[in-house]
């Protein structure tokens, strides 16, 4: 009977266990600083400072406007409280962000966690 009941609770427990949009996860903590795309004829990127953030611990980030809180859920980042509440993200690597629209499509602006070679 225990067996049978066990497999019973994991059944049901299951379900309470995924979370839409995929795990829960964070960001390294450190400076994203956010650019737009040059072309071809002048610089690589062109700096957005009004968009960089500091992920300063596992669901809080911070802006020269203030701090607020984010939510990393498979690969979409959401802020969910301060500067940059309701803004959202899509991961495509450990330290590169690209800002997504209203209906969760990359748009051009892109943001680089910032490490020795490109500070």
Excluded at 74 to 96: A, C, D, M, Q, W
């Amino acid at each position: 009977m225990k067996p049978v009941l066990t497999l019973i609770l994991l059944a049901a427990a299951s379900p309470a266990l995924a979370v839409p949009g995929g795990p829960i996860d964070q960001l390294n903590p450190g400076n994203y600083l956010c650019e737009q795309p040059g072309d071809a004829g002048g610089a690589v990127g062109l700096r957005v400072t009004g968009e960089d953030f500091e992920i300063v611990n596992a669901n809080t980030y911070r802006t020269a406007a203030g701090r607020g809180t984010y939510l990393l859920t498979g690969n979409v980042l959401t802020f969910t409280s301060g500067p940059k509440y309701g803004e959202s993200f899509h991961r495509i690597t450990n330290g590169f962000l690209r800002k997504t629209d209203g209906n969760g499509a990359d748009t051009t602006l892109r943001c680089v966690r910032r490490v020795m070679n490109n500070s």
